[in-house]
């Protein structure tokens, strides 16, 4: 699987596919520089009245409901029904699932429409696949390990790929179960790390042929990186700009030498 991530890699570079992401106002300067880095060509395009258009044009869709609002909602619903029209892979990043009931009502709603990736903490992923979830806003307080079957299952049910990040990752499609142990406590200090992992999994998506192989090579290179970057950060401010560094150098000898993933 190594030799996998580094071939996905190479095919993204080499496509520089254009990711559609309606994100979260928070992130988008993060979302929009690791895609860069990784090798992906990002745009932003929120107003409903081109975000059907826009999704024609580009590799795949990557939706962020972090500061979710009834216009953006709206765009988010005619994005996702024109990319499944189109065929085109979206993921579906759905924030604070658990905080309120109209986010996790506006989250639900969108994973009616059958995304390829769901990507989120183990609060987030409870509270969207069940009624309860324990959760308490963004912040996971579910253990990952102890979602295992819950993950494969719903994978399973709901036909597409469920990403859980934390200390440790978790990427099941239902059959296959992948445990990822690359990163660093740090990047838990720097908004948005989770949001660039969802945009960098949508990059892949556009060139990997299966959802499970680009959610596994879009956490690889985050995980990674983000490892590699803690060693020359004293702090958080300096984290998030060598972790663009590092997106940007990954290489083949890297990825063979410090991957840290399980099937």
Not at 221 to 233: F, I, K, N, Q, V
Request: a negative charge; aromatic letters at 4%.
């Amino acid at each position: 699987m190594h030799n996998k991530v580094w071939d996905n890699l190479n095919k993204l570079r080499k496509a520089q596919p254009l990711i559609h992401n309606i994100t979260n106002q928070v992130v988008m300067n993060n979302t929009a520089n690791a895609l860069l880095a990784i090798g992906a060509s990002p745009i932003m395009a929120h107003a409903k009245e081109e975000v059907a258009d826009m999704v024609a044009i580009v590799g795949s869709l990557v939706i962020n409901t972090g500061t979710i609002a009834s216009d953006r909602f709206e765009s988010m619903l005619l994005a996702v029904k024109a990319a499944n029209q189109q065929g085109k892979h979206w993921i579906l990043d759905p924030v604070g699932a658990g905080a309120t009931p109209y986010r996790l009502e506006c989250n639900r709603q969108l994973l009616e429409y059958k995304p390829s990736v769901v990507r989120g903490n183990a609060s987030e992923i409870s509270a969207l696949f069940t009624d309860t979830s324990g959760g308490k806003g963004v912040d996971s307080t579910d253990s990952s390990e102890s979602t295992l079957d819950f993950l494969q299952r719903k994978a399973s049910e709901h036909n597409l790929v469920i990403a859980v990040t934390g200390a440790t990752d978790y990427i099941t499609d239902g059959e296959t179960l992948v445990k990822l142990e690359n990163g660093h406590p740090m990047m838990a200090k720097v908004t948005g790390t989770g949001c660039t992992a969802t945009a960098l999994i949508g990059a892949f998506l556009a060139v990997c042929d299966t959802p499970l192989e680009a959610a596994i090579s879009g956490l690889a290179c985050l995980g990674l990186s983000g490892e590699r970057a803690s060693t020359h950060c004293p702090g958080p401010g300096s984290l998030q700009l060598r972790l663009l560094d590092e997106l940007y150098q990954i290489d083949k000898t890297t990825l063979s030498n410090e991957l840290k993933l399980t099937i």
